[in-house]
C-alpha cells in the first residue's frame, strides 16, 4: 500500500519560513521523481518543484531563490523548505511520486495547508 503522508504545513505571517516533508511508503523511492505541487482556491493544481532520481531539480518560476526541494534516499523523504513566504503561497500542498520505471506509477498524498497571512 502506497502512502505519501505530508507534514510541516501552517500559518505564518509574510517574510516567514516553512519546512514540508514527505513520509513516503510503499514505493520503490530512490526510482522516483518526487515533487510538490499546490492548489490554491479556484484555481488549478501546479507544480511548485521536483526532485529527481539523480536530485536534479525544476521549479516554478514564482518560486525559484526562495524555495529548496531536496530529498533523503535513506529515510524515503522529501523536503520543501519555504522562504521569504508571501500571500500568494496560500495553497494546499501536495506530495507527489511518479515512478517511470519498471511500472509507471503516480501517487498522491492528502496534502497540507499553508497559509501565509498579510
Known amino acids: 500500500q502506497v502512502q505519501l503522508v505530508e507534514s510541516g504545513g501552517g500559518l505564518v505571517q509574510t517574510g516567514g519560513s516553512l519546512r514540508l516533508s514527505c513520509a513516503a511508503s510503499?514505493?520503490?523511492?530512490?526510482?522516483?521523481?518526487m515533487g510538490w505541487y499546490r492548489q490554491a482556491p479556484g484555481k488549478q493544481r501546479e507544480l511548485v518543484a521536483s526532485?529527481?532520481?539523480?536530485?536534479?531539480?525544476n521549479y516554478a518560476d514564482s518560486v525559484k531563490g526562495r524555495f529548496t526541494i531536496s530529498r533523503d534516499n535513506a529515510k524515503n523523504t522529501v523536503y520543501l523548505q519555504m522562504n521569504s513566504l508571501k500571500p500568494e503561497d496560500t495553497a494546499v500542498y501536495y506530495c507527489?511520486?511518479?515512478?517511470?520505471?519498471?511500472?509507471?506509477?503516480?501517487?498522491w498524498g492528502q496534502g497540507t495547508q499553508v497559509t501565509v497571512s498579510s
Open positions: 507527489n511520486a511518479k515512478q517511470y520505471m519498471i511500472v509507471p506509477l503516480d501517487n
Open positions: 510503499g514505493i520503490i523511492f530512490s526510482v522516483n521523481v
Open positions: 526532485i529527481g532520481p539523480g536530485y536534479s531539480t
